[in-house]
């Protein structure tokens, strides 16, 4: 006979790296706590969540951004369109399925109170981001450029799915699980106890054997990266080479991104090696120096698992939040790329080398909170899934 208290789960992941990344160690999580757990995943990503031990129901989407527009702003497009493009498969599969869940727990991205007029199931919103608050007019003018996205599914499906933005100033379930801690996370004061902070959560990345970076110990390495998705901003790139190229004080890497071609870079200086992709959890565990954009996914791998301070430049408004409170709570320093430089990112690295000490303190209590949210998980789970 099946255990009353185990659930039958029904979890939605968005179709990117980063819902990976926040996913993979909640799913386990799950189902060591004996909850039978079904998960939509984009079929790009099955392989990797299939040690997880859940059963997977893949989705495939066209990950292009819109054609008609320039393509920096298309880059920026792909991941609300991804979302938007990904809620037809995933109901029309559901729909046509026998199966009955006991709770549905989706990625922020989605609009989970619309999608349960659909499933018909109590709603759990997973944030990987912060909960942000209140809206700002950025925010609103981009919503309004996005709104003809969510026709498609809301024709379909006769609901009104809101824009994968709001999910995140005012996510709409009963009970929302950031993947943060209470300090690291601003305004705590628009939480309500309806939210649950259970700490970063990470997926196990295997050595890759086939990396051939080799780190020089007479050097300090500087290590660059503005994320898998924001980052298509050549300008930033070439103002690191100018500010770092051919030291005899720092070996740098730098990761551009799938979006950049690093023959546009122009010559690389010899003390830099440039790629794409690299397995950033093997090259944060060499690094001295990291340079980032604030992406969620990097900061918390820096701070819990490579114990790393952090230079970071904000390159969306999400990115800001956290940069905010790295500064604050004394574990890096934040910059802003409008009045960056060459001069202004080498004083600035001179100045972490010289402090690392004091940022390695704030890294620290960052990363205990983190410990200590992440060891509430399982209460969390056993209260609201009861």
């Known amino acids: 006979m099946e255990d009353k208290k185990s659930k039958k789960i029904l979890l939605v992941v968005g179709p990117f790296e980063s819902s990976l990344s926040s996913f993979y160690e909640l799913i386990k999580d799950l189902i060591s706590l004996g909850h039978n757990v079904t998960c939509y995943v984009e079929e790009e990503f099955e392989t990797k969540f299939k040690p997880t031990g859940a059963r997977l129901k893949t989705y495939k989407i066209d990950k292009s951004g819109p054609s008609k527009l320039p393509p920096a702003i298309a880059k920026r497009a792909v991941v609300p369109l991804g979302v938007a493009k990904s809620y037809i498969p995933i109901l029309d599969d559901f729909s046509k399925s026998p199966e009955q869940y006991d709770y549905l727990m989706v990625d ?32 609103e003018m981009s919503m309004i450029h996005r709104k003809h996205y969510w026709i498609p599914v809301n024709k379909k499906y006769k609901i009104n799915v809101k824009d994968f933005l709001l999910q995140h100033f005012s996510p709409d379930a009963k009970y929302k699980l950031i993947l943060s801690s209470k300090l690291f996370h601003p305004e705590l004061k628009k939480v309500d106890d309806s939210y649950f902070f259970i700490g970063p959560s990470f997926y196990e990345r295997p050595k890759d054997t086939t990396f051939d970076f080799k780190k020089d110990e007479g050097k300090k390495l500087i290590y660059i990266s503005f994320g898998s998705t924001f980052n298509a901003n050549i300008e930033c790139y070439k103002m690191c080479m100018e500010a770092f190229g051919n030291s005899k004080e720092y070996q ?37 120096v990291f340079i980032n954009h604030g992406g969620n996914n990097s900061v918390y791998e820096a701070i819990f698992l490579a114990h790393l301070p952090i230079i970071i430049i904000p390159m969306i408004f999400a990115h800001e939040e956290n940069a905010k409170l790295i500064e604050k709570l004394g574990a890096g320093i934040s910059l802003d790329k409008e009045e960056l430089s060459p001069d202004i990112l080498s004083k600035t690295v001179e100045t972490y080398l010289a402090d690392k ?19 509430e998980r399982k209460k969390v789970f056993e209260k609201i899934l009861c």
């Open 252 to 288: 740098v890497l730098m990761s551009v991104g799938k979006n950049i071609d690093i023959k546009e870079l122009g010559d690389i200086p010899e003390n830099f090696s440039v790629y794409n992709r690299v397995p950033q959890q093997q090259v944060l565990s060499m690094a001295d």
């Open 108 to 139: 922020s991205f989605y609009d989970g109170n619309e999608m349960n007029k659909v499933l018909k199931i109590p709603t759990v919103i997973v944030l990987y981001t912060i909960a942000l608050g209140e809206k700002t007019p950025f925010v």
């Open 357 to 375: 000490e004091k940022y390695l303190k704030g890294v620290d209590k960052i990363a205990e909170s983190f410990k200590e949210a992440r060891d």
